[in-house]
């Protein structure tokens, strides 16, 4: 059975570092999405992406972060200064046709940084 | 906005007893709404979903879940748990011009043997 695969699974980093999180969706998918869960709490929408743009953020989302689609496969999030907030794990999701589709979710990478 | 609560965030059944998790939402039309599962060390499993229909719906794993609007209500059920179901229980939505689920904040389930 097809499922989105995410590397690194873990991931440790300095403050202030940039670290970029991998994923490659189910191959017939359209769109992507980049979701958090920081420990103990409940799990947060932060971007959407269709058609090599990004359709909807959340206020998470800042400058910060950035996301690309670099080939037919990949979908990346990229954090360019990490902070120490941002030590989550990130699960990439993706859905063949958008918001009438479930969600696929990938096992996560665990992001910790110092 | 969209917010969807878990009201039970731990709970322990015996092996072999019947199981009901509960989610209500808040959203002004229907929603679809869904239930994943995440055990430890791995992701999101979705469970089962609604988007219309007939209420009650059936998922993997001998689940499944009624949607009741009159009480903006989505409880999961299993007639009978086994040890392996032990995990958290992720109850989300997503409305009709949005991609983004929002999740409740989990229920977990210990199973005693």
């Known amino acids: 059975e097809p499922e989105v695969t995410q590397t690194p699974s873990h991931q440790v980093t300095q403050m202030g570092q940039e670290v970029i999180l991998r994923c490659v969706p189910i191959s017939n998918h359209l769109y992507f999405y980049w979701y958090r869960q920081i420990l103990g709490q409940k799990v947060e929408f932060l971007v959407s992406f269709y058609n090599n743009e990004i359709s909807e953020k959340s206020e998470i989302f800042d400058d910060q972060f950035s996301v690309e689609r670099p080939d037919g496969s990949n979908f990346t999030l990229k954090i360019r200064s990490t902070k120490l907030e941002d030590s989550a794990m990130y699960f990439c999701?993706?859905?063949?046709?958008?918001?009438?589709?479930?969600?696929?979710f990938g096992p996560g990478t665990r992001l910790t940084v110092t | 906005a969209q917010s969807v609560t878990q009201p039970d965030i731990h709970i322990t059944v015996s092996e072999g007893a019947s199981l009901e998790l509960r989610c209500n939402y808040s959203y002004g039309a229907t929603p679809y709404l869904f239930w994943y599962v995440q055990s430890p060390g791995q992701g999101l499993q979705l469970l089962l979903k609604y988007f219309s229909g007939d209420t009650l719906v059936q998922g993997i794993k001998g689940f499944e879940a009624e949607f009741k609007r009159s009480q903006s209500s989505f409880n999961l059920r299993k007639p009978s748990v086994h040890w392996s179901d032990a995990a958290e229980y992720f109850c989300a939505v997503v409305g009709p011009n949005t991609d983004k689920l929002i999740f409740g904040t989990g229920t977990r389930l210990q199973v005693f043997p």
């Open positions: 999701a993706s859905s063949f046709n958008g918001p009438t589709y479930e969600q696929y």
